[in-house]
């Protein structure tokens, strides 16, 4: 009977979702549901001490919104709970008790400070740091005095002499490690919580995980796990381990570069849509061969594959997320679009929260101007400033056009026109424009200039007539006025 396939993402709630988080998450939803198997997340939260509150949650909130949903984890239950390693505890014990029993591991009474003064020693003496055996066999005598002199003891498991353990990674092949290099490791802290190392080893086995996707900063933990497999008798889950992500400068990807936007609920704020999120992720190490670099999630369900997966790192390039998002923005109903941008707009105090009919008509108005050319929705900002607010910027290039000879007399006319129109509508707006030139004898670039650039402060821009009109009446009086005045001062 083949195995059935189960993968998992592991994170630990250290902080937000990442993008390299959210590209392992990806990577494992999508083999799995390639295959028809199980995808679960579980929360590996033994190190207490970097654990930050919320976090599990939001990760998963915000895996939710990518679109990359779950068979088991913990708000869901599922065959294998608790999916929380905080709560799994008295399993570990079980397990830890039984290392010791068989001489695989041992109460090592040494406190870490001790430990670190004996590996920089080691090192100084140019050996590969180990523990010094002394650690490894404890009488009963030493045991009771340090046990008198309140020590806790954590377990360390005995690293296997002289053997070499090999990784066997479908995406980079075969990697072999020495034990020689390795010392003992800690897989049970003095607080009787177990180490990474030794629970992900217990829930990948007890969940019945088939394949472990992560990321290549793992690689060098995996020959420590496959010893603790050993040590059980336990079949290792297939591994592959993804390349580093670097930044545009060829570095790795530091959190705490500003430059890039790294987290998903950054872009989530921003205004990118999910489904570009995860097709500019798929292509940070996949590649589905050929030149097509769009799909949908469903597409990539049916195509992809571990074997395309790439094992040189993959180059974070930001242009690429927006030129991908701006492709899937241009797509979608003007409605969408336009209710990812009001909450924009109503942080710049563009608009009132509470918006009428005709408040929300204007606004789709403005917002479907650019939804060609936004690549994320708080783009609509800066882009429609000139809608909302009374001042006009003018484009220092721009305004010379208003130094033209017949812009007094074009101005004038246009505004007159305007202000005999009954109603204002795109129509009547086009209308004038005719009366001008009619009246004025200018046509072309010396009569729209003019007004674009009176109205706007920009020498370029949207559809005039439309963007006349959603100015508003009494604005673009008032803006045309305002030049005119000016000239004629001047
Ligand atoms: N908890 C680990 C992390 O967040 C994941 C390790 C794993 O996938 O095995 O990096």
């Known amino acids: ?98 290392l010791l029993a068989e001489g695989k591991a041992y109460y090592c009474y040494a406190t870490k400070e001790e430990l670190d003064a004996e590996r920089e020693e080691q090192i100084a003496r140019n050996e590969t740091p180990k523990i010094a055996e002394h650690h490894r066999h404890v009488t009963p005598e030493q045991k009771a005095q340090y046990e008198a002199e309140g020590r806790t003891p954590s377990v360390h498991f005995l690293v296997p002499e002289g053997r070499s353990y090999v990784v066997n990674d479908s995406i980079r092949g075969e990697v072999t490690f020495d034990t020689s290099d390795m010392g003992d490791f800690v897989i049970c802290r003095p607080d009787g919580i177990p180490t990474y190392n030794f629970a992900v080893v217990i829930d990948d086995y007890l969940m019945k995980i088939s394949h472990v996707v992560r990321g290549e900063e793992h690689l060098s933990n995996t020959p420590r796990q496959l010893m603790i497999y050993e040590a059980f008798g336990w079949e ?26 790294q987290f998903i609920e950054q872009y989530r704020d921003l205004g990118f849509l999910p489904e570009a999120i995860v097709n500019f992720l798929v292509l940070l190490g996949w590649s589905p061969g050929g030149e097509e670099e769009i799909f949908s999630k469903e597409q990539i369900i049916d195509i992809f594959s571990l074997e395309r997966v790439n094992k040189s790192p993959a180059v974070f390039d930001s242009t690429k997320m927006n030129w991908m998002n701006n492709h899937y923005l241009k797509a979608k109903p003007l409605e969408l679009i336009t209710d990812m941008c009001i909450p924009h707009l109503q ?28 690549s994320y929705c708080a783009q609509i900002v800066p882009l429609s400033a000139l809608f ?103």
């Open 1 to 98: 009977m083949t195995r059935e396939f189960r993968l998992r993402y592991a994170p630990s709630p250290t902080g937000h979702l990442h993008i390299g988080g959210a590209r392992t998450a990806l990577f494992n939803y999508l083999y799995a549901r390639r295959n028809g198997g199980k995808f679960i997340v579980r929360i590996e939260d033994t190190d207490q001490t970097r654990n930050v509150e919320n976090a599990a949650e939001k990760q998963m909130e915000n895996l939710k919104w990518l679109g990359v949903d779950w068979d088991e984890s913990m708000d869901i239950g599922g065959p294998y709970a608790p999916y929380r390693q905080m709560e799994r505890l008295d399993i570990y014990r079980g397990y830890i008790d039984q």
């Open 236 to 261: 290792a889950p297939q591994f592959a381990h993804l390349a580093l992500i670097l930044n545009q400068e060829g570095k790795k990807m530091s959190k705490r570069d500003e430059s890039i936007i």
């Open 347 to 374: 942080k710049a105090g563009f608009i009132e929260e509470n918006l009428s009919e005709a408040g929300y008509e204007r606004v789709k108005g403005i917002v479907g101007l650019y939804q060609e050319q936004m």
């Open 388 to 490: 909302f607010l009374d001042e006009v910027v003018y484009d220092e290039e721009a305004v010379a056009v208003l130094t033209e000879p017949q812009v007094p007399e074009v101005l004038a006319s246009f505004k007159k026109h305007l202000e005999e129109q009954g109603e204002y509508t795109v129509e009547t707006i086009k209308a004038s424009l005719k009366a001008v030139q009619k009246e004025t004898g200018h046509k072309g670039k010396a009569l729209f200039m003019p007004v674009r650039v009176a109205t706007t402060g920009q020498a370029h821009g949207r559809d005039l007539d439309q963007s006349l009109y959603l100015i508003g009446r009494e604005q673009v009086l008032t803006r045309l006025e305002r030049v005119i005045s000016e000239r004629q001062g001047a």
